[in-house]
């Protein structure tokens, strides 16, 4: 299935998808695509609350620019397989069966499943800034991150022995 069909297909069933994901076999060069999607997608996010911190502090925007192209880009994708793996390494503390991958491949999907959410937090901090809507938003794309997430590793820990 493509990508776009796949992520709509999360917010319904999350673990399915995670399943049939794993179900093409291990393919690193996937979680690595997924993760940078993620963290490129998370890049654009940022730039309409970037542009108007610029705009009202009277900042650079290009070095606001860059600096959240080296953390998004090039910082971030290391967090998140560190994370991952630290996940994996918890899963299997309580008794889980899955393997690194898999931990590796639940996490990023559940970023790049969650983009749109993203996404949408980045246009509410560029047009309506700081304040109850954007915590709003923030926590929405946070609780449907987790959901993913667990939903996720929930199923590769149940049966990849």
Known sequence: MPVSTDIVATYR???????RLLD??????????????????????QMPGL????????????????????????????????????SHWAARLVGGHGTAYGARLALFWALLSSAPLVLLNGLVAGFIG???TLTLVGLVWVAVFVWFWL???????RSAE
């Open 24 to 45: 093409m076999g291990p393919r690193e060069d996937r979680a690595l695509a997924f993760v940078m999607a993620f963290c490129l997608v998370a890049f654009i996010a």
């Open 13 to 19: 069933r999350p673990g399915r998808v995670v399943r």
């Open 130 to 132: 700081p304040g109850p």
């Open 51 to 86: 542009a108007r911190r610029a705009h009202l502090e009277g900042l650079e925007l290009n070095m606001l620019l860059g600096g959240a192209l080296l953390g998004s880009v090039f910082i971030l994708p290391l967090f998140f397989y560190i994370l991952a793996m630290v």
């Open 151 to 157: 939903s996720g590793l929930r199923q590769v820990q």
